[in-house]
């Protein structure tokens, strides 16, 4: 059974019918920031987005600024930074424990 699993239904498709096979070369979901890994690690410089809004396309965050300036830690701020599309994360040092915070609404919704 292992060894029937090592290939993907989707490998045996593209084998069974290479004709049928065909590679993305427009993508409209991800800007050119984000794109541009997917394209460098699988496409070899071949996808490109299919148009310029989608190129330039970014999050709309209206609170951004007053929830970063008095809510979030630094890091937080950063990871949701509109103009920074691609963010990594180093979540080495986090604490796994479980969140427990609530609202005094929540609560009572609860109990």
Known sequence: LAEALRESLFERLCTAHPEAVSQLTLQYRM???????TNHLVYNGELKCGSQTVAAGRLDLPLYAQFTANVCP??????????RPVV?????GIDSAPCHATSPSEERVVR
Do not use: Y
Request: hydrophobic share 50%.
């Open 31 to 37: 800007n050119s920031t984000i794109a541009s890994i």
């Open 88 to 92: 990594f994360l180093n979540t080495d």
């Open 74 to 83: 630094p890091w937080l701020a950063a990871a949701l930074d509109p103009e």
